[in-house]
């Protein structure tokens, strides 16, 4: 009778070992389509964001490139550098101190900040004032 109990014991302790095999293999299962489905979601976070930056390029081609800023004339005001005809810069329409780093548009004349005027630039291709065009100037020559 003993026996019997030991007996019939051992044989559900089996099933119950069985029964974690089956679970440990479902959980692997899961695991495993938990991971795809991880990599996926990588893949498509990476070429989404590829395509983001190619539409951010686009976008900047309407500016000028730094490169370009630079053949710009940059004087510090009150310096005769550079004639500098207006007293204020259009864009933050504040009067220019004497010293401050003033960049020429040689088209037009008109002269902004240098800060103010290469945030502008880099994503416009004109004067901020009079909207002549900057590009033209390089590609064709000015007179
Ligand atoms: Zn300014
Ligand atoms: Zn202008």
Redesign the pocket.
């Known amino acids: 009778m003993h026996r019997l109990l030991l007996e019939s014991h051992n044989e559900t302790s089996v099933d119950g070992y069985q029964r974690d095999m089956n679970f440990d293999a479902n959980m692997v299962i899961i695991l495993a389509a938990l991971l795809c489905a991880l990599i996926l979601a990588l893949g498509l976070n990476s070429i989404l964001r590829c395509a983001m930056r190619s539409s951010a390029a686009v976008a900047q081609r309407t500016g000028l490139k730094k490169r370009e800023l630079r053949k710009f004339p940059v004087a510090a005001y009150g310096s005769s550098e550079v004639e500098i005809t207006v007293t204020e ?1 259009a ?2 329409l ?1 009067e220019f101190a004497d010293g401050e780093r003033v960049r020429v548009l040689p088209p037009c004349n008109h002269s ?2 240098k800060t ?1 005027v290469d945030t502008w630039l880099l994503s416009h291709s004109s004067c901020p004032n009079c909207r002549h065009s900057l590009i033209e100037l390089h590609v064709v020559g000015s007179d």
């Open positions: 810069c864009i933050c504040s902004f900040h103010c």
